[in-house]
């Protein structure tokens, strides 16, 4: 049983449209991360949310933590090419655990 | 921000033989280094937890005789390989705390190809 579960697992959409990816567990998370992975890459960090009902927003993307601290979401408004890459949440401080990810990819 | 780097990026060996992946943290020190692996398709899955001067935890699963970690400073860890076979090919990658942050940094990667 996976810790993070993450949906859609592949997602392709046109050049400008919306896109909402979820991570969600039956766990409490004191925090969640969301990285973003480009094909041959380590992940990078994008975002920490940490309070239960937390809005981050990282210009087109934001980010929201479920009032029970259990899930998160990504939103991403007027995909661009750009965005094309998997996006996985993750919880833990040092040992981070990770979800399977959303394999986005963008067409122009 | 803090730099993590990893050597080879990419390398190809031939079953039997032995390979070496190096974790270098650039701009930090770094007590703890994890290792991780990621086959195609999947996500990342920790292997190893490597604190310098100590012997690594593993993680369920991981066989620590085939899976050699060294964390002989604070700057370096590596990941020995040893008689690699085509089903250890996957993608190798490391992260490093004490940057400064409260999440570790993630290196680049390194793709293994086993033949």
């Known amino acids: 049983t996976q810790l993070l579960e993450q949906s859609p697992q592949f997602l392709s959409i046109q050049e400008g449209e919306n896109l909402t990816v979820y991570c969600n567990s039956s766990s409490v998370f004191s925090s969640l991360q969301w990285y973003r992975q480009e094909p041959g890459e380590g992940p990078v960090l994008l975002v920490t949310v940490v309070t239960g009902g937390e809005v981050k927003k990282l210009k087109r993307l934001t980010f929201q933590f479920g009032d029970a601290r259990k899930d998160s979401s990504l939103h991403i408004t007027a995909a661009q090419p750009g965005d094309t890459g998997l996006y996985l949440c993750?919880?833990?401080?040092?040992?981070?655990?990770f979800g399977i990810g959303t394999k986005l990819q963008v067409i122009p | 921000g803090a730099v993590v780097s990893q050597h080879p990026s990419r390398v190809i060996c031939k079953s039997g033989t032995s390979v070496k992946i190096e974790c270098r943290s650039l701009d930090f020190q770094a007590t703890t280094m994890f290792w991780y692996r990621q086959f195609p398709k999947q996500s990342l899955m920790l292997m190893a937890t490597s604190n310098e001067g100590s012997k690594a935890t593993y993680e369920q699963g991981v066989e620590k005789d085939k899976f050699l970690i060294n964390h002989a400073s604070l700057t370096l860890s590596t990941l020995t390989v040893t008689s690699a076979h085509p089903e250890d090919s996957s993608f190798y990658i490391c992260?490093?705390?004490?940057?400064?942050?409260?999440?570790?940094?993630f290196g680049p990667g390194t793709r293994l190809l086993v033949l």
């Open positions: 992260s490093a705390d004490g940057g400064g942050g409260p999440f570790p940094y």
């Open positions: 993750a919880a833990g401080y040092q040992k981070v655990t």
